[in-house]
């Protein structure tokens, strides 16, 4: 779009705006939690972004300079921040003033890709696979998840009592009284076309311009518009007139937004206060003999069973539990604690049991449970009690999924992440499963002293104060290998890298590169360890990017190597001012000669390493 094209679209909006017409995307934010999202957007702060955004700003709002935080992450360089917001659902969508500009300040090409990537429908409506989900039950026929069927005239509809109760008032309290009742005659004097449209807004579809009227039709328009008023009024759903007055096609599609994410709180509200508040717990030995009749007031199908865990280490010998292959067919559903998928650091003794009444019709976003329900496997039976099904996670992590399953949110504590990610891995929940890798990934990149500056050398008269590490970077990778999680993978050899010296001499470092080099068949002795070329190259990063600050990076060579300058740093580091230790036990005289220092000894002990293994890579 041209400059005078964009300019005249931007007089448009504002006018717009301004009459009330129309939502700004991108409003103007001075709250303190939106200026620590835009800090970190500039500085590069994955963890700090991640944390922002989990406290529920609007990443698409403006700082007092009128830069939103994409364009403050593109045009700082910061690939991986830039990805995050992405996914967060931050708008770049081509044609529009921000959009555009968010392209324009790109700092280099490989960001501008990945802004191109996300179109409208990627980064604009996180929502929309839950609404598209939530409509496509309308006509779904197998497997057979509606509780109550509505009929007008000749037409009936197959419905869920759950969404009827959590969209509607007037079925909230019909159902509260009559739990039990499984057929509803409507009124025959509205047009079967009018309960269509309302039906489609009660299940989150869009609403056809058309209103699903044709040729053949043989009511009119404005006969089905006054079926609608008296459906508006009796199920009490007045905003749906919202959505049929809009003209403008960005009017309409704000107000479907808008209405999308109503729909969603108001089923977020429904899931807390019915599906949550009812959950059970008991001794696991009696887990079974739970018997929860199918006319319950909370019209739940099935039952799903987590059970509590003690943290306890593999004892010697003990089988580590093992994933599900995600590559091959999915031949049958591993149910119960044989179907664990989860982090194979610990072992765990069951001590009670949560059973989470829920509904089907939401499970069956999960493939697993699509393939279950569709089975003739027991778990897919109606029988008079409700099914439980045992799944292989803490009750924690189940309540994560099915947070998930419900609204689409995932608040995931990094303790929890892993067990998340392989919970998700399980249940063939992919979108579930990036957000744990991406919550996993921004460990370790946060500001102070995980920085890479701060990590380049040991100051002598500070003692330095070891980080906590709420995740098990070994786990990490092994699960970024056995879920072919690549992201991961790229993210645990940057961890490694960033701080090499505190695990290059540990035995579990040195068994990782053994496993490393184990996953190439038929290695021959020159192949290349993967992970080790891969913290090969995130270590010369780690150093270029100080050489760089230090003017420096031009006396390194082509191959990263920086030996010229190791004699004449030596001469520096007798001088008695300097106190700054290198990885070798000496005083180096500044940074930059400890930087030149640390990453020679760095790259011996990963030669000294091979050596001692036996591998040439």
């Known amino acids: 779009m041209r400059k005078d094209e964009l300019e005249i679209q931007l007089k448009d909006e504002h006018q717009l705006i301004q009459d009330g017409k129309l939502r700004d995307d ?17 500085n590069g702060d994955l963890k700090g972004c991640q944390e922002a955004i989990a406290t529920g700003v609007n990443i698409n709002a403006r700082d007092v300079f009128d830069y939103t935080p994409l364009i403050l992450a593109s045009l700082c360089g910061h690939f991986e921040v830039v990805q995050l917001l992405l996914e967060s659902g931050a708008l770049c969508e081509r044609d529009t003033f921000q959009g555009e500009r968010c392209l324009y300040n790109a700092l280099n090409g490989r960001i501008k890709n990945l802004l191109l990537q ?54 909230s309290k019909k159902l509260e009284g009559a739990p039990e009742t499984a057929l509803w005659k409507l009124a025959s004097s509205i047009p079967p076309e009018a309960f269509q449209i309302a039906l489609r807004y009660l299940y989150l579809g869009d609403i056809p311009s058309d209103l699903g009227l044709n040729e053949s039709s043989v009511i009119t328009e404005e006969e089905v518009f006054k079926g609608i008023e008296k459906v508006v009024k009796q199920l009490e759903i007045e905003s749906l007139w919202d959505i049929l007055a809009g003209s403008n096609r960005r009017i309409v599609r704000q107000r479907y937004q808008d209405e999308v994410t109503r729909g969603r709180d108001q089923i977020q509200k429904w899931y807390e206060t019915n599906v949550l508040r ?85 499970l069956l976003r999960s493939e697993y449970f699509q393939t279950m329900f569709n089975s003739s496997f027991q778990e897919a039976q109606i029988t008079e009690y409700l099914q ?54 921004t460990v370790g990149y946060g500001s102070g002293s995980s920085t890479i500056a701060a990590r380049t050398y040991v100051d002598v008269d500070k003692e330095a104060e070891p980080d906590v590490e709420p995740i098990n970077i070994y786990d990490v990778i092994r699960a970024g290998w056995l879920l072919k999680v690549q992201r991961l993978e790229e993210f645990g050899a940057r961890y490694l890298a960033m701080r090499l010296e505190e695990y290059i001499d540990e035995e579990d470092f040195e068994e990782l590169i053994k496993e490393s080099a ?100």
Request: glycine share 4%; hydrophobic share 40%; aromatic share 6%.
């Open 26 to 42: 991108s409003p103007l934010d001075f709250s303190t939690d939106f200026e620590k999202l835009c800090t970190a957007c500039r």
């Open 118 to 171: 996300y179109d409208y429908s990627k980064s604009t409506d996180p929502l929309q696979p839950l609404a598209s989900h939530i409509t496509a039950l309308l006509t779904l026929e197998t497997p057979k998840t509606s509780d109550i069927t509505l009929t007008a005239s000749s037409h009936s509809w197959n419905l869920h009592k759950f969404i009827l109760s959590a969209r509607s008032p007037y079925f």
């Open 278 to 362: 009812h959950k059970v717990t008991v001794d696991t030995r009696k887990a079974h003999e739970v018997k929860w009749t199918r006319d319950n007031g909370i019209f739940a199908d099935v039952l799903l069973r987590a059970d509590e865990e003690s943290d306890e280490e593999l004892q010697s010998g003990e089988e580590t539990p093992v994933a599900r292959n995600t590559l091959g067919p999915l031949n049958g559903i591993p149910i119960g604690p044989l179907a664990k998928s989860r982090s194979p650091s610990r072992s765990r003794t069951p001590k009670n049991s949560i059973l989470f009444p829920v509904h089907r019709a939401m």
């Open 388 to 441: 439980i099904v045992n799944i292989g996670c803490s009750p924690a992590v189940l309540e994560i999924v099915l947070n998930f399953l419900y609204t689409e949110q995932a608040d995931i504590p990094i303790e929890l992440a892993l067990d998340v990610l392989f919970a998700a891995d399980m249940l063939f929940i992919e979108k579930l499963k990036t957000k744990a890798a991406t919550i996993i990934s």
């Open 518 to 617: 184990a996953r190439i068949e038929s290695r021959q002795e020159t192949d290349t360890i993967e992970l080790l070329d891969d913290i090969r190259y995130e270590l010369s990063e780690r150093f270029r990017l100080r050489f760089e600050d230090a003017g420096l990076e031009e006396i390194m060579d082509e191959n990263g190597e920086i030996s010229n300058m190791i004699p004449e740093t030596r001469d520096q580091l007798d001088a008695p001012n300097y106190q700054i230790r290198t990885l070798d036990g000496e005083i180096a005289g500044d940074e930059s000669a400890a930087d030149a220092v640390n990453y020679q000894v760095l790259l011996g002990k990963i030669d000294a390493l091979l050596e001692r293994l036996k591998l040439d890579a």
